[in-house]
């Protein structure tokens, strides 16, 4: 069944009864500085007085993503625009699904109870989260979603080597044919993508910090907003491996993946803690329909 406002419950095929009828979603807000923002369920709603997150019903035509942004900015006050999506979680229960995104906030941001579905709010240290009564859907995932807890996807992409794995006439012009794999690169930032090569497997979706690097005639394209490109002043393997490093560096517990069908250019990144699949790949999702 599927109504325009979403609002209603449905039992899934696990014989369970959830809140939305064409899903829901929640927002997993977390501040290293102050911790997750948990949401103190009001004693009238489904499951009420357990600690959960912001959310709510996915409306007919709305992504899990906008669903649970509109919840956050509804329930609590966190505008949509003041929140950065990393990853998502996604729970089947055949008729019924709960996805939860994983965000960070855009500076500094405050939560205040907004409406009469949260009794309270409070910014609470990941350590200290199971300690607290939780929603017993939310205490089952909290372990895996922890897992991935600000945590980014840092997707480091061979330019000579994903143009080149199609004959597609990029050696005319090798910049355009790098511009073309950008631009098409900055929409899969923008709308994220899983695969089971990705960490968490099939389950989780990822909007990647993309790093675009290029060599030879190639050099020159310029960055756009959601990836960034690296020209490679000599050979552009030794150029993906600083990246890597740099990646690793930065962010010692995100996910850096490195796309090349190159062997010695994996066993290199894959020894300094990142891991790689092929053009083919990432292709797929860049060009569904190929």
Known sequence: ????????????DFGHLHWGLN?????LLSDPARGVLL????????HGHTWALPGGAVEAGESPREAATREAYEEADVPPARVRPLSASKVDHGNWRYTTILAAPIGT???RVKNAESAELRWVRPDEVADFRLHRDFAAAWPGLREHLDRRLVLVVDGANVVGSRPDGWWRDRRGAGMRLRDKLATLAETGFADPALPGGGEWSWWP????VVEGKARGVAAVPGVE???????????????????????????VVVVTAD???????????ASTFGPGTLLTHLDPRN
Do not use: Y
């Open 1 to 12: 069944m599927t109504r325009l406002d979403g609002n209603g419950f449905v039992k899934c």
């Open 23 to 27: 899903g829901a979603a929640g927002l």
């Open 39 to 46: 949401q103190r369920r009001a004693w009238w709603v489904h």
């Open 109 to 111: 941001l405050s939560a």
């Open 209 to 212: 910090k993309v790093v675009l």
């Open 229 to 255: 490109v690296a020209d490679a002043e000599t050979d552009g393997d030794s150029q993906i491996v600083a990246v890597a490093r740099s990646a690793r560096s930065e962010g010692p517990d995100d996910h």
């Open 263 to 273: 062997r010695e250019l994996r066993s290199r990144v894959e020894a300094l803690g």
